[in-house]
């Protein structure tokens, strides 16, 4: 059974709005039939099948469509078990259910919808975007399990089983990565719980049964013969604005959402020098930055802008980490790096140059590790960072400490190019 949501844009209301209808495809039949929804073409998504965020109320909306599709889902189930073949009455019926038939029979408890209710409630309790959008992906992925595999995902009977058919579709099916699948698990543990306790489900799985790895990654930052690289490149104009803002992350730390919202409100005088601060987007942490020369330069060189909404001049992030492997490119940092993969369950590594994996994270790493280099102690990095958890500063510690054994091994000292200067 296939479902599909399209548009009859022949059939338009006095305010040129059109209905939504919903086809089902069965074994050799089809029907059709509408779902109550109206919207003008341009609120309508026709590739992704739902209404764009321009709809008023545009993500209940959707979730009525969700909701439909799941019900139809469940219908065609009960249909295939007893044999019947399905009619447009009974898809009717399914979709505009009377009230009588609605107060005796119980709904399914379908994994997706009660995502999006954990969502709401989530959103209602104040937690970051950051969250939610890990929730929203949740919810898509059991979705997408639920229309490839045709198997209605209830936490009244999610068992052991049931979860390893998901991680194999996830696995071989998505061809998601490791560390994307064991945060896939993380968020499905956080959901179930909330079933189980907030809503009084019996959910039957042992949640800590519930197991999904993550694989050490490599975590990649610049040393400061890339950082001179970067500095003094020959870029088209493009390009430039990208890697001024890479450089000022790597000169402050910040997270691409906390460069991407630093407002001129943020930058601040104190003791004779310049200082940021703000409130991280990600864990609402309040942080104070002192702004090195080589920082404040970046700033100043867009002052000149006018008055501005932002301080400096961020593009989208997907944009960005696209333009950054031009800019390493152009940078020279070609130097060859392993990185290791695992794609359908097999371990594959291979060689890629430097630039490949040039990201706008890569220059939070870069601060922390260069940091520690200079002898930041790891608690200072924690502040300076927002880090909620200390041993999340410690693991660029423990690469440090790493480097300086090798220098060691090599030098009998430390040389001082090691320590980059002008930040």
Same mark, same amino acid.
């Given at each position: 059974?296939?479902?599909?949501?399209?548009?009859?844009?022949?059939?338009?209301?006095?305010?040129?709005?059109?209905?939504?209808?919903?086809?089902?495809?069965?074994?050799?039949?089809?029907?059709?039939?509408?779902?109550?929804?109206?919207?003008?073409?341009?609120?309508?998504? $026709?590739?992704?099948?739902? /209404?764009?965020?321009?709809?008023?109320?545009?993500?209940?909306?959707?979730?009525?469509?969700?909701?439909?599709? #799941?019900?139809?889902?469940?219908?065609?189930?009960?249909?295939?078990?007893?044999?019947? $073949?399905?009619?447009?009455?009974?898809?009717?019926?399914?979709?505009?259910?009377?009230?009588?038939?609605?107060?005796? #029979?119980?709904?399914?408890?379908?994994?997706?919808?009660?995502?999006?209710?954990?969502? @709401?409630?989530?959103?209602?309790?104040?937690?970051?975007?950051? #969250?939610?959008?890990?929730?929203?992906?949740?919810?898509?992925? +059991?979705?997408?399990?639920?229309?490839?595999?045709?198997?209605?995902?209830?936490?009244?009977?999610?068992?052991?089983?049931?979860?390893?058919?998901?991680?194999?579709?996830?696995? /071989?099916?998505?061809?998601?990565?490791?560390?994307?699948?064991?945060?896939?698990? !993380?968020?499905?543990?956080?959901?179930? !719980?909330?079933?189980?306790?907030?809503?009084?489900? =019996?959910?039957?799985?042992?949640? !800590?049964?519930?197991?999904?790895?993550?694989?050490?990654?490599?975590?990649?930052?610049?040393?400061?013969?890339?950082?001179?690289?970067?500095?003094?490149?020959?870029?088209?104009?493009?390009?430039?604005?990208?890697?001024?803002?890479?450089?000022?992350?790597?000169?402050?730390?910040?997270?691409?959402?906390?460069?991407?919202?630093?407002?001129?409100?943020?930058?601040? @005088?104190?003791?004779?020098?310049?200082?940021?601060?703000?409130?991280?987007?990600?864990?609402?942490?309040?942080?104070?930055?002192?702004?090195?020369?080589?920082?404040?330069?970046?700033?100043?060189?867009?002052?000149?802008?006018?008055?501005?909404?932002? +301080?400096?001049?961020? +593009?989208?992030?997907?944009?960005?980490?696209?333009?950054?492997?031009?800019?390493?490119?152009?940078?020279?940092?070609? $130097?060859?790096?392993?990185? #290791?993969?695992?794609?359908?369950?097999?371990?594959?590594?291979?060689?890629?140059?430097?630039?490949?994996?040039?990201?706008?994270?890569?220059?939070?790493?870069?601060?922390?590790?260069?940091?520690?280099?200079?002898?930041?102690?790891?608690?200072?990095?924690?502040?300076?960072?927002?880090?909620?958890?200390?041993?999340?500063?410690?693991? =660029?510690?423990?690469?440090?400490?790493?480097?300086?054994?090798?220098?060691?091994?090599?030098?009998?000292?430390?040389?001082?190019?090691?320590?980059?200067?002008?930040?």
């Amino acid at each position: 059974m296939v479902t599909q949501f399209i548009l009859r844009t022949d059939k338009k209301d006095s305010a040129g709005r059109s209905p939504v209808h919903l086809v089902v495809y069965f074994d050799g039949a089809r029907l059709k039939c509408a779902t109550g929804e109206k919207c003008k073409p341009a609120d309508w998504n $026709a590739d992704r099948q739902k /209404f764009r965020a321009s709809f008023p109320l545009a993500e209940e909306a959707n979730g009525l469509l969700a909701r439909l599709a #799941t019900d139809t889902l469940a219908w065609w189930r009960k249909l295939r078990a007893s044999g019947e $073949a399905p009619t447009l009455a009974g898809l009717r019926a399914v979709l505009r259910p009377a009230p009588a038939e609605v107060a005796a #029979t119980a709904a399914p408890n379908s994994i997706t919808m009660l995502n999006t209710e954990h969502r @709401e409630a989530l959103r209602a309790r104040g937690y970051a975007n950051h #969250t939610l959008r890990q929730r929203k992906m949740l919810c898509s992925w +059991l979705g997408n399990y639920e229309r490839d595999r045709g198997e209605l995902l209830d936490p009244t009977t999610y068992d052991l089983a049931t979860h390893d058919r998901v991680l194999q579709y996830l696995h /071989f099916d998505r061809n998601l990565a490791q560390n994307t699948i064991a945060s896939f698990v !993380r968020g499905l543990k956080v959901f179930l !719980r909330w079933c189980r306790e907030e809503r009084a489900m =019996s959910v039957p799985v042992e949640l !800590r049964k519930l197991q999904g790895k993550h694989a050490d990654v490599l975590k990649m930052w610049l040393s400061a013969e890339d950082l001179a690289a970067l500095t003094t490149a020959m870029l088209p104009a493009h390009l430039t604005q990208v890697r001024d803002v890479l450089l000022f992350c790597c000169y402050t730390g910040l997270r691409y959402s906390d460069v991407w919202a630093l407002q001129p409100g943020n930058l601040h @005088e104190w003791d004779g020098a310049r200082v940021l601060r703000l409130v991280q987007t990600k864990t609402r942490t309040g942080v104070s930055i002192y702004l090195t020369e080589a920082a404040g330069a970046i700033i100043d060189r867009y002052a000149a802008d006018g008055e501005r909404a932002r +301080l400096l001049p961020v +593009l989208a992030n997907q944009v960005m980490n696209r333009h950054l492997k031009q800019v390493g490119k152009y940078a020279g940092l070609t $130097a060859p790096v392993v990185v #290791t993969e695992r794609i359908a369950g097999e371990v594959v590594k291979k060689s890629v140059p430097k630039y490949e994996l040039l990201t706008s994270h890569t220059a939070r790493h870069t601060f922390a590790t260069q940091s520690l280099l200079r002898g930041m102690p790891v608690e200072v990095l924690q502040k300076v960072m927002g880090h909620a958890k200390i041993q999340t500063s410690a693991q =660029s510690g423990e690469l440090v400490n790493k480097i300086k054994r090798l220098e060691l091994d090599a030098y009998g000292t430390f040389p001082h190019s090691f320590y980059p200067a002008g930040r």
